[in-house]
């Protein structure tokens, strides 16, 4: 994963993370059920000592927010002991259990004061075990994982394996589950950028520009499309609701499904971004930072939010990524900085005249900021200057092409701005 704040122009040595998976054979099942079971116990047993506190917000209404117990007597004596308990295996995935208990809750919590998620203890579905560099040998290409001490252990030969040679850095956690072992590699290198790429993301497109490329536009309606349908399905359903059919169950599944073409969907996208525009650092606004949907609530805006971030997410596994500010970035004028309030598709500027796509100028701001550049007249003039030798086509923002394979495509800006002769 690779994310880096926007506080200075300068890319950051980043931490790059890659990931390769070696099929196995080992019948893991049992130890994988036991860790599962041993790590809901673990939350458990958090969630069991959670207090609960009455708090005012500052609308005056009141919340119960969560205290998870984090005493190290608790934590380190009384959690750990029991655990202990009837662990038969090696004592380090008690250790394991509760950083990655602490971790869940954790998520959990926050997701609960945003309103996320409901007063529902976590359950742990998935069986797989991390394992820490620190508790696991590799020698002679040879990595040996202890399941219990001086009994019972699992041996990977990975000395021939075709990603040593192309692995850089260290080898890092582990995680084993009943097909796989993963292993990860963690090195801080630095590598040579071609350019950045701001991305300015909407409902329908997702707009990115760089001097290099110009402006890029790509189609997001079928993401949008996938999201209709489930939304029309779950309509219907619910109108014959008379009818006593277990809806919960069949609105989960609608639910899972969506969640899962959804995901298809960006994967699909931001590896092809990720080829497309190999080497470059690619910006986006971070969602967490941004109070720019004060219409949140809306049903639209908030599925592609949860588009956005997600997008965001994956591109980090596969690119740089940094993240920006996205404070203004629709309603500042990326030729002379003034603050226009945009109408439309197209955006006006009142002081300098500038005419451009609304989607452009934000993805030209979210760049300056990126390259920690202010707007002005001479740098907007230099920065379209390498599309000047393109013909003005004035062709429409086109809505012509959803298929993934034909975008992205690059556009001439200048065909999209155009400006007043004074
Ligand atoms: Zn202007």
């Known amino acids: 994963m690779l994310i880096s704040r926007t506080k200075n122009n300068k890319v950051e040595a980043l931490q790059q993370i890659r990931a390769y998976n070696i099929k196995h054979s080992y019948n893991v099942s049992s130890f994988l059920e036991d860790y599962r079971r041993l790590l809901q116990r673990a939350v458990d047993e958090i969630w069991n000592n959670i207090v609960w506190i009455n708090k005012t917000n ?140 701001a991305w300015d993301c909407n409902e329908k497109s997702l707009d990115g520009f760089s001097p290099e490329t110009g402006w890029i536009r790509i189609d997001l309606t079928k993401l949008f499309h996938i999201h209709r349908v489930y939304e029309i399905k779950r309509k219907r359903l619910q109108q014959k609701a008379s009818k006593k059919i277990s809806l919960k169950k069949i609105l989960q599944k609608y639910s899972k499904r969506e969640k899962n073409r959804a995901k ?25 930072k941004e109070n720019m949907f004060s219409y949140s609530k809306e049903h639209n805006r908030r599925i592609a939010k949860m588009n956005w971030k997600m997008i965001v997410s994956f591109m980090s596994y596969k690119s740089k990524v940094k993240l920006l500010n996205p404070k203004n970035s629709t309603k500042r004028c990326s030729r002379c900085g003034k603050i226009n309030a945009p109408k439309g598709a197209s955006y006006a500027c009142s002081r300098c005249g500038l005419r451009i796509n609304r989607q452009l100028n934000a993805a030209v701001n979210l760049y300056l900021q990126m390259e920690g550049l202010s707007p002005s007249l001479k740098l907007f003039e230099e920065l379209m200057k390498t599309w000047s030798g393109f013909t003005l086509t004035g062709e429409e923002a086109d809505e012509g092409f959803d298929e993934l394979k034909r975008s992205p495509r690059p556009m001439n800006p200048k065909s999209y701005e155009s400006q007043k002769t004074t």
Do not use: C
């Not at 298809?264 to 986006?284: A, P, Q």
């Open 264 to 288: 298809d969907f960006v994967h699909k996208l931001t590896k092809e971004i990720s080829r497309e525009f190999k080497n470059y650092v690619h910006g986006f606004e971070d969602l967490r």
């Open 58 to 197: 500052k609308n005056g209404r009141n919340r119960i927010i969560p205290i998870v117990p984090k005493s190290n007597e608790f934590k380190n004596h009384y959690l750990r002991n029991l655990l202990m308990k009837d662990w038969r295996y090696s004592k380090h995935y008690v250790d394991s259990s509760i950083k990655q208990a602490y971790s869940i809750l954790k998520s959990w919590r926050r997701s609960y004061i945003k309103g996320e998620r409901r007063r529902e203890k976590p359950t742990v579905r998935k069986r797989f075990v991390r394992i820490k560099e620190t508790l696991y040998s590799y020698n002679n290409g040879k990595v040996k994982i202890s399941i219990k001490p001086y009994e019972e252990y699992i041996m990977f030969d990975i000395s021939k394996a075709w990603f040593l040679r192309r692995a850089k850095g260290e080898m890092g956690e582990l995680i084993l589950n009943e097909k796989y072992l993963t292993i990860t590699f963690r090195s801080r290198e630095k590598i040579k950028t071609k350019g950045s790429i």
